[in-house]
């Protein structure tokens, strides 16, 4: 079927999902999750959000109070 990995190593927590091309990074208090395949970019580090799709064209910023959407 799909193939998973998963790494866990101190803080930082890796997961490869090599069916739909899925990558998760966990490092401390960021987060950045990567698939591949509808080209989505996930980033979230402390209070700020971040989140990119390529596709689509979708940019989406959450950061504190202030949300911008392009």
């Given at each position: 079927g799909s193939r998973l990995n998963f790494y866990l190593s101190g803080s930082r927590l890796n997961f490869y999902l090599s069916g739909s091309r899925l990558n998760l990074y966990l490092s401390g208090s960021r987060?950045?999750?990567?698939?591949?395949g509808s080209r989505l970019n996930f980033y979230m580090s402390g209070?700020?959000?971040?989140?990119?799709?390529?596709g689509s064209r979708l940019n989406f910023y959450l950061?504190?109070?202030r949300l911008s959407f392009y």
């Amino acid at each position: 079927g799909s193939r998973l990995n998963f790494y866990l190593s101190g803080s930082r927590l890796n997961f490869y999902l090599s069916g739909s091309r899925l990558n998760l990074y966990l490092s401390g208090s960021r987060l950045n999750l990567y698939l591949s395949g509808s080209r989505l970019n996930f980033y979230m580090s402390g209070p700020r959000l971040n989140f990119y799709l390529s596709g689509s064209r979708l940019n989406f910023y959450l950061s504190g109070s202030r949300l911008s959407f392009y």
